[in-house]
């Protein structure tokens, strides 16, 4: 990914990160403050229903002892009060009594708990009615439900007691709760108030009203209103609908003996917050969108101004990694970039300057080296020659048969070491023209095999322990691209320096194996082994760790290597023993 996309995606994360955060801000602020607003309106309805049900209560007690004050009903309690009373004339009074004061339920009952009148249920005249009795030492109103003759209602009711004669006559009033009574209730927008009616032992949703009549979807206040059947106590909870979401608040409505009649529910639309909510998303949508556009043309612009630098910075780098370091890069501000590029092109000047000098110096400690190995290497063969030609010299003044004989010996010490001199020569001169290789098809596990048969004679050599040679060659490894007679070469220098390596015998293994670039080779020995200075020295021309040798055996092997265009290391721990891995590639290889 480049840095002008990465710059792009940052500033378009930024700033929708940033519009998704303000969103989220002010969508929760809004519904705290929406929720905040929507308990105070629920307080309030409750408020104002628990005020209403209060002013029908005094209402209601006030119209009861209004009926039980007048003189119409104590002439009925004195008439009543007779022996065998005649309870005929006053079926229709209750009724009357009912419409003039304004009552939904109006019955008069006798000290016997029989019903004179019954207005809501003019049938029930001759009934019993013990709980008018047992509810008349009350003052305030209270709630019941009421049988009526095609349905059972939840009524606030209040009874009073009117003596005349030695004799009691009961006057029971009230008020219907039902849908006329939440109609009467003034609600604010995005609130109503609905009523549950607990007459029957599970949840029924016909039992559940609001002003219009039957709540559609009862069902999904269920549980709301069992946890409050079950609990008896006020609680809320939100209920999802498909056009959005509503709170409720359920408030329990216990009669005289805290028999749970009903449950009121007031209810507080969640609409305008959610309809609210998805006006601030689209808005911040909105936002991020213009964002974004905003984000991609800033990125473009500082793009323009951050990556044309950056991007002459890598191409003055990778000249210099070509090998030109005379790259210049040419970057005219003056910020921390300008700098850079200043510090860049100072760089390249300082690398030249100090590439001149380490060639010289590697020049000279070249020539150095050479002198001293070639010093070395020819002092030996030197000695010798000196010693015979002055033995020569010496038996000059002898006897011509001995001068013969010490002739013949002498002559034969210089041929021989004449021969080791030019060997000497020999070696410097192979190394110093190594042969551009001639690639053709090898087979490398064959020119493995090959060198095991060539040195097993010297692996079993008497002088010496014997060397075990163990040899894995991977038979799906195919041919490669080399020149055999440089491999074999190669191969022969590793060989022989394991075995140098091995003076107490040991175990030589030798292994193949295909990789995915081509074929990989490794000669392991079980030798002394080699320090990490040693290994970082190791293919250095003219470096031995012998102490009889040119250095010149792992600098060819390097040689030969590099000319495939293959790869050579080594690893290697003091006691632990050696492995030198060859990889080559599998194709063909350009020659040098």
Known sequence: ???????LISFALAVVLTAALATWVVSAMTRHAFEQA?????????AQFRREFERRRQELVRSVEAIAAAQGTLD??????????DYAPYVDQAGALATAHGLDLLELVAQDGTIVSSAQWPARFGYQAEWVKEAADGKEGFLKSEELPEETVLAMMAVRRVNAGGNDLYVAGGYRLDRDFLGSLVLPAGMRALLYHNFEPGFSAQALTDAAGPVKGAERLASLIEKVRGERREMSRRIEWPDGPETFQAIPLAGRNGELLGVLLVGSSRRELAALAARIRWAGALAAGFGILLGIGLSYWAAERLTGPVEELARGAREVAAGNWNAQVNVASRDELGELARAFNSMTQELIGQRDRL??????????ELARRLAHELKNPLFPLQITIETLQRAKEQAPGEFDEIFRESAATLLAELANLKSIVGRFSDFAKMPAPQLEAVELNEIVRGAVRLFAAQLRAGERAAIEAEVECDPGLGAIQADPEQVTRALHNLILNAIDAMPEGGRLRLRTRRTEAGAQLEVSDTGQGLTKEECERLFTPYYTTKRHGTGLGLAIVQSVVADHRGKISVESEPGRGTTFRIELPAGRAAST
């Open 38 to 46: 929507d308990d105070r309106r629920s307080a309030a309805l409750v």
């Open 76 to 85: 009925m309690a004195i008439a009543l009060s007779r022996p065998e009373p």
């Open 1 to 7: 990914m480049t840095f002008r996309t990465r710059l």
């Open 359 to 368: 060639l010289q110096a590697e020049r000279v400690a070249a020539w150095r």
